[in-house]
């Protein structure tokens, strides 16, 4: 039985696999190019809105699938078996529109609008948080990227690194200090906007193709309903199901990396062997050993996105697990594609394949939020308490 279909219960939920696969095929052609530029491909912006995919998890009412949690890991965990970078890109888009239409954390007025032009345009979107100074923002460092107020405008200074898709979005969320307010805020801030501009830093060993540049703003003005979102002091975080994009596209870069392995082994016979190397039983016994770390890894992370589909009341309660899946998920992905790579031994460490790449791209995985460090600390003290 295809890996897929496991967790389809549905024709629409199949509808919604093949249509990811047949983007999955497109991408999956333009890895080398990302590879070299290290740029997140036009070409494959264009494949995601041939097929309306940037407005998968908007609300029917604007144009959008409204899609679940759940069914939101089926198609990003496929895709991404194409090209990973390409997955996490846009998973970091869906998953944003999610959260903005699910936690209505925008005026209604300024998230019709925004949301009307995302389904009709495809329009791409993205937080722009990260800082040299401050590190990843889970961590909690307060933003030097600056926003001051004069008249009923805003004047923005800063510079944003890990930028996903920066040279080819639409729009950028961005979080800066907002002095009158004395509070981090976010400042919705369109492509083209004096002082915005995108300066190609991204040089990494892995998910080179997410394209994730440097974003410099200098002197951008914005009217003062740019401001989006205030935090104020004391708020408690909620819970973020739609983070689950993040394993979701790491399994689905080590279902790749395994199925190539499986592939691999099935026709590669050495002239010392009588049979591919798929009748080794060492080679069965990783085989064996990926399947069983896929199938722990994907019914715990479908479970936890099943249960917060299904208690809407509960998802407040639900973040350790959210937390826990992370960590499970993309830390056997790594242990995945290790395996894989060493069923094919010397070859998955050569550029003809896609192995040393799978290699790659998965680590990165370890260091998307939340930290596993972070995890463990929080799982511990819950046990303490």
């Known amino acids: 039985m295809d890996i897929f279909e496991t967790f389809i219960k549905s024709d629409d939920q199949r509808l919604l696999v093949e249509k990811a696969k047949r983007i999955a095929e497109k991408v999956k052609n333009r890895v080398e190019i990302a590879e070299e530029t290290a740029a997140f491909p036009v070409d494959n912006l264009q494949d995601l809105k041939a097929e309306n995919y940037l407005s998968l998890t908007l609300p029917k009412n604007y144009g959008g699938e409204d899609l679940s949690l759940y069914d939101f890991l089926l198609v990003q965990e496929r895709l991404a078996v194409g090209d990973g970078a390409t997955a996490l890109s846009v998973g970091w888009h869906l998953g944003i529109i999610k959260e903005l239409s699910e936690g209505q954390l925008w005026a209604d007025s300024i998230f019709d609008s925004f949301a009307k032009e995302v389904a009709s345009k495809q329009l791409l979107v993205n937080r722009i948080a990260t800082e040299p100074a401050t590190g990843s923002p889970t961590r909690g460092g307060i933003p030097e990227t600056t926003a001051k107020r004069d008249g009923k405008q805003y004047v923005i200074n800063g510079r944003k690194t890990f930028a996903t898709m920066a040279s080819v979005l639409d729009f950028y969320i961005v979080t800066t200090y907002v002095e009158d307010k004395e509070a981090v805020g976010a400042f919705l801030i369109a492509k083209g906007t004096p002082g915005v501009r995108v300066k190609h830093t991204w040089n990494t060993l892995g998910m080179r ?177």
């Open 209 to 385: 193709g997410t394209g994730s540049d440097d974003v410099i703003l200098e002197n951008v003005i914005v009217p003062e309903d740019s401001l989006v979102e205030v935090n104020r002091k004391g708020k408690k975080p909620t819970a973020k199901g739609w983070l689950l994009h993040i394993p979701a596209c790491y399994i689905g870069i080590a279902i790749a990396a395994r199925n190539d392995a499986i592939d691999f082994a099935k026709k590669f016979q050495p002239n010392s062997l009588k049979t591919p190397i798929s009748e080794v039983p060492h080679i069965q016994q990783k085989i064996g050993e990926m399947d069983l770390k896929l199938m722990h890894a994907r019914y715990f992370m479908y479970s936890i996105a099943d249960k917060w589909d299904r208690n809407p009341d509960m998802r407040e309660q639900l973040g350790m697990e959210l937390a826990a899946v992370k960590t499970v998920v993309t830390n056997s992905a790594n242990e995945v594609v290790d395996l894989a790579m060493r069923i094919v031994g010397g070859r998955g460490l050569s550029k003809d394949y896609r192995f040393e790449q799978y290699y790659r791209d998965v680590r990165a995985g370890l260091h998307n939020p939340p930290m596993d460090d972070m995890v463990i600390s929080m799982l511990a003290k819950h046990a303490l308490q």
